[in-house]
């Protein structure tokens, strides 16, 4: 058996595991898009497309949850000739769908704005463009994507062939979200293989808990936050209703928050829905100014039995989690440049979580040299990223070619990520014994931190810890 390690190596981003088992069966975990890259790293291969195998060799895909860098390029494997089973969770199906239909519409945008480029295919940079075109995926082909999902249920065994079975372990994070736990029998041994997936926080506002995994064999641990533990106290709705009084209440201001369309959009709702319910929510108005985000809500509201005891519970009492008084959805653009003429105060969520696109931009331009407002980030901000600009405090800022001066209040605060911190990982890797766990492979993070992590690893006790190079093979 053959483990390749194809994304997500010494990186957050782009996740993708190809396990090759001795009768030739070919398991796919995980389809990632490198969010950081996209294609600009991408060149033709012996296959002519972006992968460095023939996807028409695959036997089976597996999916640990939604997000774009564990799904976003699956509409590719299936044009360059995949037709085989997807397996993930009725959730991350629900929201992948989601996520690759919105990607697959921006792609009809971005081929559309390109064909007015009366000379862009004569350029270097034009040609460029063009290859990058052909693998730009659309409805047609997400669809041919989503009608190849098995949903399967948590933390039951599910028999793939004979002697090979997977499990989706509760891994939180996000709804849906799933540890793979595979369990292959070959030539009378029986080697079990863990892939954590994204791994989850306890106590995370409407996500179940992560659950322990089994013992395995072969970890495969994400590493985004290795190294770190959160520094303040989780009070998810406390902090949220500072961030209200200080900017809505105090200052008469309006408070702009870039947030991730699936998950993090979601949470926001589920907070505030409860601090209405508790009449803590002073009376402005709330936006969620995003057609994504909304969408997602839908979606989430018909998932509740996945939802956590507290959330499952509200909802059974008030038959509502994420809607109250105020509170508007806002589809179309006009819809959302009519929010800059309000002169109350208001909050908006929308999408980027970090500023890097979208409708958020919009907002921050319109509220920016406002002193009363605030722009309020709920999540890490790559290098780069408006966000990232932003948070250095900089007393003046160019976006979109224009300058303006910083006067609003820049906030952050880390204590809404769904991603495990330190601590969470160890405990995650605490079920595996030191003296039986065969190796432990580190993936989905920071190169340095990787290597500060395996040596805290090493020391308890697990001393065949690897940190794979992208392509890299390993026999099990």
């Excluded at 629900?94 to 921006?106: E, N, V, Y």
């Amino acid at each position: 058996m053959k483990l390749s390690f194809l994304g997500a190596c010494r990186q957050v981003t782009g996740s993708m595991y190809l396990l090759e088992l001795e009768d030739d069966f070919k398991i796919l975990i995980d389809c990632g898009l490198d969010t950081g890259n996209k294609f600009k790293d991408v060149v033709p291969d012996q296959y002519g497309n972006i992968f460095p195998f023939d996807p028409s060799d695959l036997d089976l895909v597996i999916l640990t949850h939604a997000h774009m860098d564990h799904t976003g390029l699956l509409p590719n494997l299936v044009r360059y000739g995949y037709d085989g089973q997807i397996l993930s969770t009725a959730p991350t199906y629900s929201l992948t769908r989601l996520l690759l239909l919105d990607s697959a519409a921006l792609n009809e945008r971005r081929m559309e704005a390109a064909k007015k480029e009366s000379r862009f295919a004569l350029s270097e940079k034009g040609r460029e463009k063009n290859y990058y075109h052909e693998h730009y995926y659309l409805e047609r082909h997400v669809e041919d994507t989503t009608n190849r999902f098995v949903s399967i249920a948590f933390n039951q065994p599910y028999r793939i062939i004979d002697g090979v079975s997977v499990t989706f372990v509760t891994a939180g994070h996000l709804l849906g979200a799933a540890h793979v736990f595979i369990s292959v029998k070959e030539k009378g041994e029986i080697k079990k293989i863990l892939f954590s997936g994204d791994i989850g926080r306890k106590g995370y506002p409407m996500l179940e808990d992560p659950i322990a995994p089994p013992k395995a064999d072969y970890v495969i641990c994400e590493t985004t936050y290795a190294n770190r533990n959160l520094t303040e106290v989780a009070d998810y709705e406390g902090k949220l209703l500072e961030m209200i009084i200080e900017t809505c209440v105090k200052k008469s201001g309006r408070l702009i928050i870039p947030s991730f369309a699936i998950g993090k959009s979601q949470m926001l709702l589920y907070l505030l829905n409860n601090l209405y319910m508790n009449r803590k929510l002073p009376p402005v108005r709330v936006f969620l100014d995003s057609p994504l985000a909304t969408g997602a809500t839908r979606v989430s509201k018909k998932q509740i039995k996945y939802m956590n005891k507290e959330a499952r519970e509200r909802f059974e009492d008030y038959e509502e989690i994420f809607d109250f008084e105020n509170l508007s959805y806002v589809i179309e653009s006009k819809q959302s440049k009519k929010i800059f003429d309000l002169t109350e105060p208001y909050i908006v969520i929308a999408s980027a979580g970090m500023a890097d696109g979208g409708r958020v931009i919009g907002h921050i331009k319109h509220n920016i040299e406002n002193p009363n407002s605030t722009i309020f980030f709920i999540n890490y901000c790559a290098e780069g990223t408006l966000g990232a600009r932003l948070l250095a405090q900089p007393e003046n800022i160019q976006i979109d070619s224009k300058d303006y001066k910083v006067r609003a209040k820049i906030a952050q605060s880390e204590i809404y990520s769904a991603h495990a911190w330190h601590d969470d990982i160890v405990e995650f890797l605490s079920v595996q014994q030191p003296t039986e766990v065969k190796k432990i492979f580190l993936t989905h993070g920071e190169s340095d931190n990787m290597e500060i992590f395996r040596t805290e690893l090493n020391r308890l006790g697990y001393q065949n810890v690897d940190i794979p190079e992208k392509g890299q093979v390993f026999d099990l």
